[in-house]
């Protein structure tokens, strides 16, 4: 009778859970302050020569979306949301954690990883995770069995190698007798780099990191000791400042600037996570899901990406100009690319792209479905499961809501709807604030009603639909109807406060005698 019980219960795990060999790997890379544009299968209107000449290929065989979002404009609310399928005002992350931050992403709050690893997937992660650097909150702590990358941005504090920025960072002292003082010390430490728990370099040297962000992959992606799925979680430091690039990844490539050499570097780098996969034979099993955090950093002038048409005109010409790119709710801040690719599984889709309405918060339920696994209850997800236009079903994502968040990084953020996009329509409610280029922020403006863009027809953000018109009476009714909507499903559900408590004794330190906490040979 236990026998027979016994088996029961495995046939009903294998039924609903599946079974290993059935379930696909899943890597998912996470390209840092990318611009829409700087994917040449995006946007080249000049044809100009390609940077991201891999991207392109597997774009053309899979599916590129045209009109795909990430959770927010800013990292570490973007990437929880992607980790959670989960709005910051949900999951309480609505800005940017330091090297001083004593918390992170709140641990009831369940990321993708922990529900792969309980489902019998292998889990690993390369490169920058934002989301908290204390042992609760460390990477091994919230799912992942290994981890090498950076604790938060490649600019949160100083390294040896400054690498390209403006304005251009300080080196790190270097003399291995600079102490320390007895006063607290407000300047972040040198950028540390971590395998697993431990920091092995301090500061990490940023040329080569790339390499070894791929080296890294490939190991864990043939890993033999295992017949397990795996989820890779690949979050590039690229193209986040300070940008950095090796020269042998530069083959014929004199003519382009920093900004595209380091571009073509992290497509060699998805080039080599490929690669890795298919001289596994793991190419027919794996889900390869790229996308950006958030869209280029304006301010920083040659050294940030292309947002391509999505420009913000209104802001430039009527807001007084400033920033319509990262840390805004304008197009150009959160609309980033994103392409998928199966072979054998997931048909080709024209290279014009799929103009479907999709966001990273929908990675999470896409793949746990993909994966056969379970969401965990007693919460509200704002992603959804678009598996099925993955796999060339029926699907339509007609009038579909998205939030986007405040997402200044600061004091001022609240994880509050600055902008909502209700099918091809989208209501702004902020502008103005943040650095160009030129050094213009614009005047902060609240728009009560919003300014309200057709963005099939005006992509450049740059004529808001007249306020007495039918038309935007129409639209601003769908708005205000869905954020009555979503402020009530907030208030009902299971969220969370995150702790941005700062103390700088919370810093990862591998020596915590030098002055920038540089480790001894």
């Not at 934002?130 to 702590?141: A, R, V």
């Not at 790229?290 to 005109?313: H, M, Q, R, T």
């Not at 969220?495 to 030098?514: F, I, L, Q, S």
């Amino acid at each position: 009778m236990a026998y027979c019980y016994g088996l029961l219960t495995l046939v009903l795990w294998w039924f609903c859970n599946g079974s290993a060999a059935s379930r696909p790997n899943i890597v998912i890379i996470l390209i840092d302050d990318v611009g829409f544009a700087d994917v040449r299968a995006n946007w080249n209107p000049y044809h100009n020569a390609s940077d991201t000449p891999f991207l392109d290929g597997i774009s053309l065989a899979g599916i590129r979306f045209k009109d795909f979002h990430s959770a927010a404009s800013v990292c570490t609310p973007s990437r929880a949301g992607l980790l959670t399928g989960r709005l910051g005002k949900r999951t309480g992350v609505v800005k940017n954690f330091t090297p001083f931050s004593v918390a992170g992403m709140p641990t009831n709050e369940t990321t993708l990883a922990e529900t792969l690893k309980a489902a019998g997937y292998r889990t690993g992660m390369i490169g920058k995770w934002h989301l908290g650097t204390t042992k609760d909150y460390h990477p091994i702590s919230r799912g992942f069995d290994f981890y090498f990358g950076l604790p938060y941005s490649n600019d949160m504090g100083c390294a040896d190698d400054t690498g390209y920025n403006l304005p251009p960072d300080t080196p790190c002292p270097k003399d291995r007798f600079t102490m320390k003082s007895r006063q607290p010390d407000a300047s972040y430490p040198a950028v540390p780099l971590y395998h697993n728990r431990d920091i092995i370099e301090q500061p990490v040297n940023l040329t080569n990191l790339a390499d070894r962000f791929a080296k890294m992959a490939t190991k864990f992606i043939k890993d033999e000791s295992t017949t397990e799925p795996f989820l890779l979680y690949a979050a590039f430091t690229h193209m986040h400042v300070p940008l950095s690039f090796m020269a042998h990844n530069q083959s014929g490539s004199d003519d382009r600037g920093v900004y595209r050499k380091t571009l073509l570097e992290m497509d060699s780098t998805i080039r080599a996570i490929s690669q890795a996969i298919n001289e596994t034979h793991q190419e027919n099993n794996t889900i390869i899901w790229v996308s950006g955090d958030n869209g280029p950093w304006e301010e920083k002038c040659g050294l940030a990406g292309n947002a391509g048409p999505f420009i913000g005109y209104w802001q430039r010409m009527k807001g007084g100009g400033g920033s319509t790119s990262k840390f805004t709710v304008w197009e150009g801040g959160h609309r980033v690319p994103g392409v998928v690719f199966w072979p054998g599984t997931i048909p080709p889709f024209p290279d014009t792209g799929n103009e479907e309405l999709i966001s990273a918060l929908d990675i999470y339920p896409t793949v746990a479905t993909l994966a056969n696994v379970s969401l965990p209850g007693n919460r509200v997800y704002d992603g959804i499961d678009v598996s099925d236009l993955l796999l060339g079903k029926p699907f339509g994502t007609k009038d579909r809501v998205l939030f986007h968040p405040n997402s200044d990084g600061g004091e001022g953020s609240s994880g509050r709807f600055d902008a909502v996009r209700v099918g091809d329509f989208k209501a702004i409610y902020q502008t103005g604030g943040e650095l160009d280029c030129e050094g213009n922020a614009g005047k902060v403006e609240h728009h009560d009603p919003p300014l309200i863009f057709n963005l099939r027809e005006d992509p450049l953000e740059s004529r808001p639909l007249d306020r007495p018109s039918e038309q935007y009476r129409y639209v601003h009714q769908k708005v205000v109807k869905a954020l009555s909507e979503i402020e009530h499903s907030i208030q009902t559900d299971n969220t969370t406060v995150a702790d941005y408590t700062e103390d700088p004794t919370a810093e990862p330190c591998c020596n915590p005698d030098h002055v920038r906490c540089r480790c001894q040979n």
